[in-house]
């Protein structure tokens, strides 16, 4: 094809001429003139001939683009780690996963980075990182910047059809609520659905590529509720798999309810096996498995106590495969039947899937394609992240490389078997933690119910339950220095939002999102953060640093230094002075954190009373926090008892929809009936 250089050659230069006979210097101008027209005329034909070639290669090109993009089919089941035959776990039975795996590229280091649905799911739909985006607290609804795109704007501007059967709960605000206002999770997930076209990929018009997304929840932690247990399918002769034969985890004890559910978790693994045969079964009968590449994935970790929310393994490590037609299998680096060993995280969903529909990958995505990757894009570590559960307030950050696991717990004094009112409808985790107050646990099998180490590190391959945390010893000392200092920069990196206390990011946030709150020249992050690392190393030697720092300009500042001070608890009796006048902080979390740390050092009604005032507050993140802090209290909030207990009964009459109030009431009621 002649290119516009070439073009530009074909101009004819301007011609010198000589005057001889009788021609005038006028008649060469005119003639010179007529030429340059007849030229130029030329010129702008061969251009017009030349844009339309171009133009109509274009179309053709896109066309044929246009045909060739793959359909993609995403099959999500809920809550289960790799507990199944194609990752080698010989009691499980899931023949069609298995075959699946047969004919797909099976992943061995896949991971959740957040261990709930709601945080996983916002990652998944945009690609970013949601502690950098001040998403990773479970239902949170936080508003984020307007470049932040759902991965079905971009596939639906490309001309694909897209649709969800069942599942959006994306943690973040979809739409824009005024300040204050709050929503049902129902009223969320209908404004959620926004995002998605109408039916099925049946639906779709003729020609037109698709995107669907099954989501199975036959695996969800739901399904070991107390109600499940009374189900036909729970019945003795409906069984797959036996109590008895359950190989438990060294962190549990061997009790009947916790076998029972470990051996109802793998039927219902089973399932939601016979499930994934059904849809892709489905698939081949409409003739559309050779024309689409299917996804199968769990959302995160699950779902017997100590996986689903926790970053060990159990709640992070994922089942992920990817099958590819004959007509595809250009676009991927490996074969069908093979394994993989690369790091893969919820991050890359979303650019993995714009880079089977031929969509390059906006700037601002955190994750990068699992295919289209260069090599300074494969990842050493999966970073992960935990903050509240429902209406238990945590944080925790971790690192996972191919063998070790890093965590890192900001709030050590906080056990993990902090009492959340979902987790406890199972029975195996109320048969649990009755064990070990019966003295009847190990241990491994107490160490959840205890405050907990500032770090852990573990060997996943010497110890896959992660129960020998190897932070004290010195053949890791470099293992544990290179983990410590990645994650240090991971989470500067990101300018992790979830540094920043609940109640403190709402107020904050009235007109700016906490990704642009961190981003500003007056708020100082990277403080923030380093004040949360020395006020959870829990040393002593740090109390006068945290001193200072509860005089900082700065609340978060001033909050992480009270966290400090309550984690040493009677060491840090020469701050009690400057907690006392942070009890009428302008900050509420401070009041509450520094009521928390003077409750250990001798001032219990001063700090209860600050407390209490904070459980009014117009915030239901502030009250949310106040109201655990009264729960780590325990018998120190005994005072309160009489009016917690009236706060929950006019609670129950107003039956709120809103998820923070519910979680409010889920934790004063654990408060009162402790009291």
């Not at 590190?457 to 010893?473: C, H, Q, R």
């Not at 690392?533 to 300009?553: C, D, F, G, T, Y």
Request: aromatic share 10%; net charge positive; glycine share 4%.
């Amino acid at each position: 094809m002649t290119d516009s250089c070439s073009l530009s050659r074909l101009k004819l230069t301007p011609r010198m001429y000589v005057v001889k006979n009788s021609w005038t210097r006028c008649d060469l101008v005119k003639e010179s003139a007529q030429k340059n027209a007849l030229t130029k005329m030329r010129d702008s034909r061969r251009y017009q001939f030349v844009a339309c070639v171009l133009l109509q290669l274009i179309f053709i090109s896109a066309a044929i683009a246009k045909a060739d993009r793959p359909n993609i089919l995403w099959i999500v089941s809920e809550d289960n780690s790799p507990l199944l035959g194609a990752y080698g776990d010989t009691y499980a039975t899931t023949p069609n996963i298995d075959e699946l795996a047969k004919q797909s590229i099976v992943y061995d280091n896949a991971f959740a980075n957040s261990p709930v649905c709601a945080p996983t799911r916002f990652s998944i739909l945009t690609g970013m990182h949601a502690s950098a985006m001040g998403t990773s607290n479970m239902r949170s609804r936080n508003k984020v910047p307007a470049f932040v795109k759902p991965y079905t704007f971009y596939l639906r501007a490309a001309g694909y059809h897209v649709t969800n059967d069942n599942k959006t709960d994306y943690n973040y605000a979809t739409a824009d609520i005024p300040n204050g206002e709050q929503l049902t999770y129902k009223e969320w997930q209908a404004i959620d659905g926004k995002f998605w076209d109408e039916g099925t990929y049946t639906d779709r018009k003729p020609g037109q590529p698709f995107f669907h997304i099954y989501n199975l929840s036959e695996s969800h932690e739901s399904r070991l509720h107390s109600s499940s247990h009374n189900s036909s399918h729970s019945s003795s002769h409906n069984r797959r798999h036996l109590p008895e034969d359950v190989i438990l985890p060294p962190y549990h004890p061997d009790t009947p309810e916790i076998r029972e559910d470990w051996a109802l978790y793998y039927d219902r693994i089973s399932q939601m096996d016979t499930q994934v045969g059904k849809k892709l079964a489905e698939l081949q009968a409409a003739g559309l498995l050779d024309h689409t590449i299917v996804f199968y994935y769990s959302d995160h970790g699950g779902a017997v106590a100590r996986s689903k929310r926790f970053l060990y393994d159990t709640g992070t490590k994922i089942p992920f495969m990817v099958r590819a037609p004959e007509r595809f299998k250009d676009l991927l680096n490996q074969d069908m039947g093979s394994r993989a060993e690369q790091i893969v995280n919820m991050v890359d969903l979303a650019p993995t899937l714009l880079y089977f529909a031929g969509i390059d990958k906006p700037a601002h995505i955190h994750g990068n394609s699992i295919f289209g990757s260069s090599i300074e894009d494969v990842k050493r570590y999966a970073y992960l992240y935990r903050g509240r559960m429902d209406e238990r307030i945590d944080l925790v950050r971790a690192l996972r490389d191919k063998r070790f696991k890093y965590i890192r717990n900001y709030m050590p004094h906080r056990p993990n078997g902090q009492h959340l009112a979902y987790l406890w409808k199972a029975e195996s985790v109320r048969s649990w933690e009755q064990a070990c107050q019966q003295n009847q646990c190990n241990e491994t099998q107490q160490r959840f119910w205890q405050s907990r180490q500032p770090e852990e590190l573990y060997d996943t391959e010497a110890d896959p339950w992660e129960v020998n945390n190897l932070v004290s010893d010195p053949a890791y000392a470099s293992v544990l220095r290179s983990m410590r200092e990645n994650l240090r920069r991971e989470n500067r990196r990101y300018k992790d939002v979830g540094f920043i206390p609940e109640g403190e990011l709402s107020l904050r946030t009235r007109n700016i999102t906490g990704y642009d709150l961190v981003r500003q020249k007056y708020f100082p992050i990277d403080l923030v953060i380093e004040t949360a690392e020395i006020a959870s190393s829990a040393k002593e030697a740090n109390l006068q640093l945290l001193i200072e720092r509860l005089s900082h300009k700065e609340a978060v500042v001033r909050y992480w230094a009270a966290v400090g001070c309550r984690i040493l608890q009677d060491k840090a009796l020469p701050a009690k002075h400057i907690l006392l006048k942070r009890l009428k902080d302008n900050s509420a979390d401070v009041q509450i954190a520094a009521a928390e740390a003077l409750a250990y050092l001798g001032y219990e009604k001063r700090a209860l009373r600050a407390i209490m005032r904070n459980l009014k507050h117009s915030s239901p993140m502030v009250r949310l926090h106040a109201a655990n802090v009264l729960d780590a209290l325990g018998s120190k909030a005994k005072p309160a008892a009489k009016k917690l207990r009236s706060m929950v009964i006019y609670m129950e009459k107003l039956k709120s929809k809103s998820p923070e109030e519910n979680y409010l009431l889920s934790a004063l009621s654990h408060t009162v009936s402790r009291l």
